[in-house]
Nanobody
Framework: QVNLVESGGGLVQAGGSLRLSCIIS????????VGWFRRVPGKDREFVAS????????YYGDFVKGRFSISTDGALRTVYLQMNSLTPEDTAVYYC???????????????????WGQGTQVTVSS
């Protein structure tokens, strides 16, 4: 089993920044990939970013427009999401996820990810 624990969410004003962290534990997979999704009530999970531990096959959702960046620390088995220039539209619960056999295809689909954290709330005020 794989466990993921997110942290770093909170309340910020528009234009502010937050850095989310996701600590992963449990078994490892040779071709695992990690990603961030977000969700608001009444909507499906939306792809934010994904990558591998080496930084290859890195992708971002179209809405990011250079504002967010995903990074990893393999030694700590931790994934980060740096979010800058936040807007109220970024308000959501942010989830960390792992795809045990990440190939770079369908990276944007939440159905491809096998393990999920509990999420961390991000609220951006105007």
């Amino acid at each position: 089993q794989v466990n993921l624990v997110e942290s770093g969410g909170g309340l910020v004003q528009a234009g502010g920044s937050l850095r989310l962290s996701c600590i992963i534990s449990g078994r490892t997979y040779t071709d695992e990939g990690v990603g961030w999704f977000r969700r608001v009530p009444g909507k499906d999970r939306e792809f934010v970013a994904s990558t591998t531990w080496t930084g290859r096959h890195t992708y971002y959702g179209d809405f990011v427009k250079g504002r967010f960046s995903i990074s990893t620390d393999g030694a700590l088995r931790t994934v980060y999401l740096q979010m800058n220039s936040l807007t109220p539209e970024d308000t959501a619960v942010y989830y960390c996820a792992m795809d045990s056999h990440y190939t770079g295809s369908l990276y944007y689909s939440y159905a491809q990810y096998n393990f999920w954290g509990q999420g961390t709330q991000v609220t951006v005020s105007s």
